[in-house]
């Protein structure tokens, strides 16, 4: 069988690896438009800020056994009557390429926003190897002293983190109310307090409006009269779905402009399968899919959609979108529904937000651990976690841990009946996962009793 592969990040290098290990006589041939197979894009703010020097390290796999890689070759158009793909290579000549099963895992692009001067020199967007060479080699030659990052996600931040450690002084500007929207203002705010704690100047509400020269330096100009002339401007305002040759294939879309698939990674076209950053996402939490571009994700599906294209049968379990970032000194984490995302879903959300320290205080080094928990209040489900503390505050284990409740479908209350590890230094007999429990339980009781008292 020749099973095809369009895409060699993530979701593409998965399905290779896992149609390997289930049939070695499988015929795996991987068509990549670059030459960086399986790339870290997370590792690009650590590769530019020197605290990973060699970019190999992001990169580090250029062979797979049993695959067979076509690097720099585009691929162009799909016929799925013929099952053939048409490829460009490098040199400009096309070939065609016969497949029995094609997945396309395309992954996404950078938004390109409606910015006056974007293709000034020093103006940079940053998701691919490429991009991250060609600010390298800005940072090397011109030693810049000052940055504009527009945009305030998880590349941006990162990115304001990593020019900072090469001491660079950096602005943010971002038209959202706040930085890290992914969670709620109240966590939101100390993320922000650790970044002008580091020099970082951060500006919300702010849409910036043109880019110009301004001798060797860039004139950057917004709206709420942001002003700033820098060395260097970054990019990074999200990503949509690289879809367009799934499209032109006439694979049909859902949110977004993603790829539409079933939790087989099915497309509607018959022998062709889709995963990663180009596709829809099914959401366990909220029971249909939405768009939510994760590696951990595209590695999932990437794999499920290799087995279901050897014959075999799986689904999908689905995303609770749990995510991690670590910001100079803090560790910020999310996992399920924040408040607002479970109201519009059709939930009965009760949040609340309390801090506790991460280990034993009588422990040294003992520090405060923020946590919200979301739950329903008619059925007791918990609906979604976000936590921030110190980068030595274990912040990653325990957002996992609510991950894992959430993916087993647990109540709150349930969180206190798990056996959770237990030492001074490191925690408490009651991990802070369980206090925050038992901090709902207690404050939805009280809202109750409130309720009744004053109906």
């Known amino acids: 069988m020749k099973f095809l592969i369009i895409g060699g990040s993530d979701a593409g290098i998965a399905a290779g690896l896992r ?10 041939c991987l068509v990549l438009a670059d030459e960086f197979p399986n790339y870290s894009i997370c590792g690009l703010p650590f590769y530019l800020s020197g605290e990973t020097p060699d970019w ?31 490829v460009r290579r490098k040199d400009g000549n096309e070939v065609e390429i016969a497949y029995d099963k094609l997945l396309i895992g395309t992954g996404a692009r950078p938004v390109r926003p409606s910015i006056e001067g974007f293709d000034l020199p020093g103006v940079f967007p940053l998701h691919t190897m490429e991009d991250s060479f ?21 590349i941006g931040l990162e990115m304001a983190d990593a020019l900072t450690h090469r001491g660079i002084h950096v602005r943010i500007a971002s038209r959202t109310e706040r930085i890290l929207a992914t969670v709620d203002p109240s966590l939101g705010e100390h993320v922000e307090a650790e970044m002008q704690k580091h020099g ?10 043109s880019i110009s020269n301004s001798g060797e330096q860039l004139t950057v100009l917004g709206t709420s009269g942001f002003a700033a002339t820098v060395d260097l401007v970054l990019v990074a305002v ?9 499209i032109a294939a006439g694979i049909t879309t859902g949110a977004k402009g993603a790829l539409q698939v079933s939790r087989h990674m099915e497309t509607n ?3 062709v399968y889709a995963a990663g950053d180009c596709v829809e996402t099914w959401h366990r939490l909220l029971n249909r899919n939405t768009y939510l571009p994760l590696g951990t994700t595209a590695h999932k599906q990437g794999r499920t959609a290799a087995e279901n294209a050897l014959g075999h049968t799986r689904e999908f379990a689905g995303s609770l979108g749990t995510q991690v970032v670590k910001l100079f000194d803090i560790v910020a984490a999310r996992t399920g529904l924040l408040e607002d995302e479970a109201l519009k879903a059709g939930f009965d959300p009760f949040t609340i937000e309390t801090t506790v320290w991460d280990h034993k205080a009588y422990y040294p080094g003992a520090r405060e651990l923020r946590l919200r928990v979301t739950g329903d209040q008619q059925t007791g489900k918990l609906l979604g976690a976000q936590l921030l503390g110190h980068k030595q505050s274990e912040v990653s284990k325990r957002v996992d841990v609510f991950a894992t409740a959430l993916f087993h479908r647990m109540d709150v209350e349930e969180l206190n009946e798990l056996d959770l590890s237990y030492t001074p230094p490191l925690s408490s007999p009651w991990d802070p996962i369980q206090m925050a429990s038992q901090a709902w339980t207690r404050a939805l009781s009280a809202a109750q009793s409130t309720s009744l008292q004053t109906a």
């Open 238 to 246: 999200g990503v949509r779905p690289n879809s367009e040759l799934g």
């Open 269 to 271: 076209l018959p022998d």
């Open 134 to 154: 060609a600010v390298h080699r800005f940072l090397d030659e011109r030693q810049p002293k000052s940055a504009v990052i527009v945009g305030a996600g998880y």
């Open 56 to 86: 190999h390290s992001l990169a580090h796999r250029t062979e797979f056994p049993g695959i067979s890689l076509l690097p720099s070759h585009t691929a162009e158009r799909i016929d799925p009557k013929l099952k053939t793909v048409q």
């Open 19 to 28: 149609a390997h290990e289930l049939d070695p006589s499988c015929d795996i």
């Open 200 to 209: 970082v100047e951060v500006f919300n509400r702010v849409e910036i409006n």
